[in-house]
């Protein structure tokens, strides 16, 4: 599904941490709801190791070039994503050496979601180069 509702027409960007490590859950930041139809502008945020994370989209509309970005985040930045694993995670979270302090939304139990695009996930992807 991710492969028919993104392929290789799609924006990329690695982003990586320099001093704060990102967690991984049973979660992860993406807008596909049902398994049978992918959404119209498709878009994931998941980490891949402590210092590396990966944006995969497919907006709308977007320039071609560059294909592939990568971003220095902040801390806070790393921390804010952190947050949206929290939100679409359930049950677990993993962390190499960093523990994070648990927010009220890890600890409903419940795989939740961003209710708008107003969040700092869509603003970040929105900041990709070639993303309008």
């Known amino acids: 599904m991710v492969y028919d509702g993104i392929g290789a027409r799609a924006k990329f960007a690695i982003l990586f ?11 992860f930041f993406h807008n596909f709801v049902a398994l049978a139809n992918p959404p119209h502008s498709p878009k994931i945020l998941a980490p891949i190791t402590p210092w590396i994370s990966v944006i995969i989209s497919r907006p709308s509309s977007f320039a071609v070039e560059p ?46 979601n961003y209710a708008t695009p107003e969040n700092f996930i869509d603003n970040l992807i929105n900041s990709i180069p070639g993303v309008p």
């Open 67 to 112: 294909p592939l970005s990568t971003l220095v985040l902040t801390d806070d930045e790393v921390e804010r994503c952190n947050d949206a694993i929290q939100i679409y995670s359930r049950g677990a979270l993993f962390f190499r050496s960093q523990q994070p302090a648990l927010s009220a939304h890890f600890l409903s139990n419940q795989h939740l």
């Open 17 to 27: 941490a320099l001093n704060r490590e990102f967690i991984f859950g049973d979660g």
